[in-house]
């Protein structure tokens, strides 16, 4: 039976990549990149091949292969596995790359900083101490070829061939034999006899010293070169010269070196290594310093090196929210992390964390969320957001906080392009009738309003049909006076999107009475639009074949491209509106509430005007909102078919702090069933106030009135037989007659509790009329 001997290099685990070498330090190791068989994880493989004759090469190589395995330090490279046959020698350790090539490579991108080369000699220099303090061993091999970088920028120490024991139990230093690495040996020891070194680091440090000069000033040519420090930090001069000083004494301990160039104004005394300290002891750091940490951390990562917060910070940020209770503080660093990565890699790390982050009930990081959603929403598709964001983000809708109510408000601007049919024009649309209809505070109704005209094009056709003209026509009626001009430039941004029929017959009544309204900047605004709307209906009169083109946008489908009228009123989102809102939040929160008599709008001729009711200042309000007019009137040319693309929307928030907007009772303007109705089409006049006389009841000074009856009377029954209500399925609520009905049914409501009060007050006498009992003198009342 024949038995064929197995060959462990083809068994070994790890391969070597098919890429030529990346080279290694001076000797007979050579570097190769390679990646794990199972997982394909990148490694860097140093392979020496053994060859005859060079015996004592092979026992160095062999003593480095055990040190390394049996060393473990975080800044020495770490050993992973190895492979030791007759024929050759594998160490498997993290993928790195030699300090020279990524010093080179970093400097020709123009990437290489201070901060990173402080950073990384302080890790050498840490390495040392603890070979050097801890283990008693001297390298006796620092250079610039013994040096190595991780793909987080963090500096390793390797090439461990010639180390030996600073207490002379294992022999003398090997013997190296190689000129490119003599060059780095300390002065003193040209004699051979090694009388002059006093302490076991001193030469160690000589060659530290050299390797300082080789980041800065590039190869060493040779050891006289070492007098002049080139281009070193002048910071770090004073300590370079004790390193490379030719009495032995004076050089530095590490640990003293470190010490030293720690001192304030020292060259490693810089925020990049406090935080890399920081994380290095992050897991016995109390919450508070961690918490602490995280929150100014965002600050730094702009001056970082990007390969450091990819992959260093971003894995302690990801471990400290799903094993530290981080909260929202790690948000803001994450996400600005988040830029360096690609998409794959985003999907993969950031993406599962914000789902999480979605479906908490910590409001500070939801909030946070919503602040910061442009980062990473064209990073979700459309089924995460419909099945695990919307549902955790329409909860927004109905906080009691109103800072994240706005925050909601503004997100559906990114959400609505992913949104489905039903969450997008029955969810989305029901939550928005009810803010636009019962929110107290005006300028997240006013933001729902942008909001809405932003996300029109995005809508179905009957939902734009059902919807846009009622809600922006309840905006017009709104006491709080940027939300009234929010809806004529919600009815000008979407302008597109009605027929000609509805701009005559629905949309100009609703301007036009807003041309004396009390505010100057709404009255400026609606007589630009009315101009826009009549400059459209006069050039499809004077040419009908228009038509067609002036309503191609009405009963299309839903697209992203025909909200490009809409695209650029977004000043809200970044200030206007929005900054009220602010200074709503900012408020004093335990604020006695105080009673403001507001001015009510005025109402029609002949209409009873309603009671001025006294408006309780909620303990988050500041009581009145600041507004200011328009400091100038924009020139509208009379011919000009529409430039409304050009509106600013954050001049909604105006600077005249004297003058107070309307704000009238806001439960005498709201819809009670608003929240399960929606919007509704606009109602039909309402019949004349009680007492109004008809045409034929006037004595126009004629002869006595036959009995005919006058015509335009006829026409008037005619005109209220045939003027029904129009409904729809999207709800019963109607939104255009608010306050009459309202004040109705209150007046109603009065009259009802007085009957009933009446009721009670006679019950009781007679019931006292009927009482049988002991009277004051002690006799019985007789009837």
């Known amino acids: 039976m024949w038995f064929f001997a197995r060959d462990p290099v083809r068994d070994f685990p790890f391969e070597l990549s098919p890429e030529l070498p990346e080279g290694g330090p001076p000797g007979p190791w050579v570097l190769h990149r390679g990646r794990k068989k199972a997982?394909?994880?990148?490694?860097?493989?140093?392979?020496?091949?053994?060859?005859?004759?060079?015996?004592?090469?092979?026992?160095?190589?062999?003593?480095?292969?055990?040190?390394?395995?049996?060393?473990?330090?975080?800044?020495?490279?770490?050993?992973?596995?190895?492979l030791e046959t007759d024929k050759c020698l594998h160490i498997v350790t993290e993928a790195v790359t030699p300090l020279g090539a990524y010093l080179?490579?970093?400097?020709?991108?123009?990437?290489?900083?201070?901060?990173?080369?402080?950073?990384?000699l302080h890790q050498i220099v840490k390495a040392l101490s603890f070979l050097v303090n801890d283990c008693s061993l001297i390298h006796n091999n620092v250079c610039m070829a013994a040096v190595f970088v991780d793909r987080a920028g963090e500096w390793k120490l390797g090439g461990l061939d010639y180390m030996y024991s600073a207490q002379g139990n294992g022999g003398g230093p090997p013997r190296k034999g190689i000129p490119e690495l003599e060059q780095y040996d300390p002065p003193e020891l040209a004699d051979g006899s090694g009388r002059a070194v006093r302490e076991k680091w001193s030469a160690d440090m000589w060659r530290l010293g050299c390797l300082i000069w080789e980041v800065?000033?590039?190869?060493?040519?040779?050891?006289?070169?070492?007098?002049?420090?080139?281009?070193?930090?002048k910071s770090l001069v004073p300590h370079y010269c004790e390193l490379v000083g030719a009495n032995p004494k004076v050089r530095p301990n590490p640990?003293?070196?470190?010490?030293?160039?720690?001192?304030?104004?020292?060259?490693?005394?810089?925020?990049f290594v406090e935080i890399n300290l920081f994380l290095e002891e992050i897991q016995i750091k109390e919450p508070a310093e961690k918490q602490k940490f995280f929150q100014e951390l965002s600050k730094s990562l702009d001056s970082f090196p990007e390969d450091f917060c990819r992959h260093k910070v971003l894995p302690q940020l990801l471990t400290a929210f799903e094993f530290g209770n981080a909260g929202a503080v790690v948000l803001t660093p994450l996400f600005k992390v988040g830029k360096f990565l690609g998409a794959e890699e985003y999907q993969q790390k950031i993406i599962p964390v914000v789902v999480k982050m979605f479906s908490s009930t910590d409001r500070a990081m939801r909030i946070r969320l919503l602040q910061q959603m442009e980062q990473f929403i064209q990073y979700l598709d459309e089924p995460t957001v419909n099945t695990q964001i919307f549902p955790h983000v329409v909860h927004g809708f109905l906080d009691t906080n109103p800072a994240i109510r706005e925050q909601t408000v503004k997100s559906m601007l990114l959400l609505a392009p992913k949104l489905n049919e039903t969450n997008l024009n029955v969810e989305l649309m029901k939550h928005f009738a009810r803010l636009q209809a019962k929110d107290e505070q005006g300028p997240i109704r006013c933001n729902t309003t942008v909001c809405l005209g932003k996300i029109g094009s995005y809508l179905s056709a009957s939902t734009r049909h059902r919807v846009l003209t009622s809600a922006f026509s309840r905006a017009t009626k709104d006491p709080f006076a940027p939300s009234r001009v929010a809806g004529v430039l919600g009815f000008a941004a979407t302008h597109n999107l009605y027929s000609m029929n509805d701009c005559a017959h629905k949309i100009l009544p609703v301007l036009c009475s807003l041309t004396v309204d009390p505010e100057r900047s709404v009255r400026d605004q609606a007589f630009k639009a009315i101009r826009s709307f009549l400059s459209k209906l006069e050039s499809v009169s004077e040419d009908p074949t228009q038509l067609a083109e002036a309503e191609k946008d009405v009963h299309a489908a839903s697209s992203p491209g025909m909200g490009g009228a809409a695209a650029s009123w977004a000043g809200w989102a970044v200030t206007g509106v929005s900054s009220l809102t602010s200074k709503l939040i900012r408020a004093h929160p335990t604020a006695a509430p105080a009673e403001t008599n507001v001015p009510q709008r005025p109402v029609p001729e002949g209409l009873p005007a309603p009671a001025s009711t006294p408006v309780?200042?909620?303990?988050?309000?500041?009581?009145?909102?600041?507004?200011?007019e328009e400091s100038k009137d924009a020139e509208e040319d009379s011919t000009a078919a529409d430039r409304w693309d050009d509106e600013d929307w954050g001049s909604l928030e105006?600077?005249?702090?004297?003058?107070?907007?309307q704000e009238s009772d806001w439960s005498s303007w709201e819809a009670e069933d608003a929240w399960e109705q929606g919007w509704q089409e606009p109602s039909p006049p309402e019949p004349p106030p009680e007492g109004t006389r008809l045409a034929s009841e006037y004595n126009w000074g004629g002869p006595e009135p036959s009995d005919k009856g006058d015509p335009f009377a006829a026409l008037s029954v005619r005109r209220e037989a045939g003027a029904q209500p129009r409904r729809d399925s999207w709800g019963d609520d109607n939104w255009e007659g608010l306050e009459a009905e309202s004040r109705q049914a209150k007046a109603e409501l009065a009259r009802k509790k007085r009957e009933e009060r009446r009721r009670e007050m006679e019950a009781k006498r007679a019931e006292k009329k009927t009482a049988k009992g002991p009277m004051k003198l002690g006799t019985r009342k007789l009837d």
């Open 255 to 271: 640990a003293r070196f470190l010490q030293n160039c720690r001192a304030p104004d020292g060259f490693m005394n810089n925020r």
């Open 39 to 82: 997982t394909g994880s990148p490694v860097s493989i140093f392979v020496y091949d053994v060859k005859p004759g060079v015996e004592e090469q092979t026992q160095v190589a062999k003593a480095a292969f055990k040190r390394l395995k049996t060393l473990r330090h975080p800044n020495i490279l770490a050993y992973i596995d190895g």
């Open 104 to 120: 080179k490579a970093r400097a020709e991108a123009g990437d290489l900083k201070e901060l990173e080369l402080s950073w990384g």
């Open 216 to 233: 800065f000033n590039g190869p060493l040519p040779r050891a006289a070169a070492l007098r002049n420090p080139g281009k070193i930090p």
């Open 654 to 661: 105006t600077s005249n702090p004297g003058h107070k907007s």
């Open 616 to 628: 309780a200042a909620t303990p988050t309000t500041s009581g009145h909102w600041e507004t200011q």
